[in-house]
């Protein structure tokens, strides 16, 4: 759950307006006033510009889902860091009780029902209520619920305590920027599992290099919001921040950065690779610097790039240094071209208002052509994932007239296609008939439920979608959410065999809750001749902006550009897309 801070962003206000729907709705609270949060929550979310420029405005009840109300309680955050509501709610509903809400079906209806009926209040009281039977009497429960509720609390053990990337990525730019504008310092960088683009990070390692550490080490431990200073030298310092973030900032002199950022990012194997090379050269290397062996005289680098030339090698791209090959192909000189943002001209995988989009097609459409894509797909949910407002068969031939009309009012600005992300349903079939897929222009079948099925059931029910031949992409294919639901249990060599034999696409879905599939599958996958494909699940124009997360698992696998259908021109898609027709 949030602390409070000072510094609020647009997603920590929306963490804490979700924070109060949940804890009204555990309360018991009608339902109009935590719907109110939870589209404030959105609102915010999807706001493409700084929270703190629009209340300056004075503008804040012009945003969607924001009345008056609501903007009040946004300026008391961001001119006090508090908020008189919340704290009152807390003292009649306890706040831990929005821990219970990371267990996998926990809503808040059903952590209000056992905080009322067994006065439960914490994940070790509802763990102990399942194991003795307690909870199966009430209400809408029972041995199975147990079960579940137990498997629950065991996954959400064995979470690592790791932060999801696309949290700490997004608020280590912000601290990257502003240690960039501090006296003194001439640069910054983030280092560690942050800069190699895992997809979960432990305590943000940051570097920065200025003659003079002390003055900059004040200012980082002096921040408004820093809650704990957990160590503060004249080189480092260590700090816990108000959003739950611990970070770690290094300073070194100019001169000496290049070798303290290659050592600070890693990984620690690609760094001993790194020392064997330079041992054999006649150098340890260290973060302070290159040293001969034979006189301890120094070598020193300002940057990476000098680092590595010292050892023999071109650059190695952060992404790759895992110690899977990257030292052995860079002597080689066999380094892949890595793929990269500037080289994506196709979204082929996203949604609008006709399910459970934020916005238009037209809008859609026109936020993809200004970021320089020269094809979208709209692919709206299909017809049985109700929750997500799925499309029937008459209402997805209805938007194919909207398409039409956008696609005419946009002109060659952009190619509109007509897809649908279809439920590979529990027992493995679709949810459209083969005779409406033929009419799509592009098929992205997805599993959205009964992650929880055995290996060889849950296996055979995605073989069977990627051997339907109207299938043309097999969408975020474990169905994971980081960090709040594992993947289901896919035999991924049976998946891979299956995906070379019909030629389908997978997925590197982009949004940073999912990155799936991973780097070690997508690699394979690559090495394989599997084509892929790399999406935003845009749901709102804003959300194009995050292919930079899937473009970076990309790199993590080693993928070049031309394995990744979004990087070929429109025709080349249209003609891939017509060959897979013709074989049906």
């Known amino acids: 759950m949030p602390k409070l801070t000072t510094r609020y962003t647009n997603q920590s206000l929306a963490e804490t307006f979700r924070l109060i729907a949940d804890l009204l709705e555990i309360k018991g609270e009608v339902i109009y006033k935590t719907l109110a949060y939870r589209k404030a929550a959105d609102s915010l979310t999807n706001l493409g510009r700084d929270i703190n420029e629009v209340a300056k405005e004075g503008t804040l009840t012009e945003l969607p889902g ?20 919340l704290n009152k709610l807390a003292e009649e509903v306890p706040l831990s009780l929005a821990d219970l809400l990371q267990i996998q079906g926990l809503g808040p209806k059903k952590v209000g029902l056992f905080w009322r009926e067994l006065s439960i209040t914490n994940l070790d009281e509802l763990k102990t209520s399942a194991e003795t039977g307690k909870l199966r009497h009430l209400p809408g429960m029972g041995a199975k619920s147990e079960e579940k509720i137990l498997a629950g609390i065991a996954a959400l053990a064995r979470r690592s305590g790791r932060t999801p990337l696309g949290i700490a990525w997004p608020f280590a730019q912000d601290l990257l920027a502003w240690l960039r504008t501090l006296p003194g310092v001439t640069a910054a960088e983030a280092a560690g599992s942050l800069r190699r683009m895992r997809d979960t990070v432990g305590d943000l390692d940051i570097l920065a290099a200025a003659e003079d550490s002390e003055p900059v080490m004040q200012a980082f431990v002096e921040r408004p919001d820093v809650i704990e200073i957990i160590g503060h030298g004249p080189t480092k310092s260590s700090v816990e921040f108000a959003n ?129 894509l020269k094809l979208i797909v709209i692919s709206d949910h299909s017809q049985s994932l109700g929750i997500a407002n799925g499309l029937s068969v008459e209402r997805l031939q209805q938007q194919r007239a909207e398409i039409d009309a956008v696609q005419a009012e946009l002109g060659n600005s952009i190619r509109i296609l007509q897809g649908s992300e279809v439920e590979i349903k529990a027992d493995g079939t679709l949810d459209y008939p083969d005779d409406v897929l033929a009419e799509l222009d592009l098929v992205v079948a997805s599993l959205h439920t009964s992650l929880g099925q055995p290996r060889q059931q849950v296996t055979q029910r995605l073989i069977s979608a990627i051997q339907n031949p109207h299938v043309d992409i097999i969408g975020h294919p474990t169905g994971r959410m980081i960090p709040d639901r594992e993947g289901a249990d896919l035999d991924m ?35 394989l001749g599997i084509p892929l494909s790399i999406n935003t699940d845009a749901h709102a124009p804003q959300h194009f902006d995050l292919i930079s997360f899937g473009i970076a698992t990309a790199r993590r696998a080693w993928v070049t550009p031309e394995q990744v259908i979004n990087c070929w021109d429109v025709d080349k898609i249209m003609g891939w897309l017509e060959n897979r027709r013709r074989d049906v």
């Open 66 to 85: 924001v009345g008056k109300a609501i903007a009040e309680k946004i300026s008391e955050l961001l001119t006090t860091g508090k908020l008189d509501f």
């Open 244 to 372: 739950r973030l611990h970070a770690q900032l290094w300073v070194h002199p100019p001169a000496r950065f290049g070798t303290a950022l290659q050592y600070a990012t890693g990984s620690k194997d690609h760094n001993v690779r790194l020392r064997e090379l330079a041992l054999n050269l006649g150098y340890s290397l260290s973060e302070h610097a290159l040293k001969r062996t034979n006189d301890e005289s120094e070598l020193t680098c300002a940057t990476e790039e000098e680092v590595y030339a010292a050892l023999g090698l071109p650059w190695v791209a952060p992404e790759l240094r895992e110690d899977r090959g990257e030292v052995q192909a860079a002597k080689a000189g066999t380094l892949p071209t890595l793929i990269t943002v500037n080289d994506r001209l196709a979204e082929l995988h996203c949604h609008s208002n006709w399910s459970d989009g934020k916005a238009t097609i037209r809008e859609m459409a026109a936020g993809a052509a200004q970021r320089g």
């Open 493 to 527: 060599d049976a998946v891979l065999a299956a995906a070379v034999k019909s030629g389908v696409a997978l997925e590197i879905n982009a949004h940073p809750s999912r990155l799936d599939l991973n780097d070690i599958y997508a690699r394979r996958a690559a090495e």
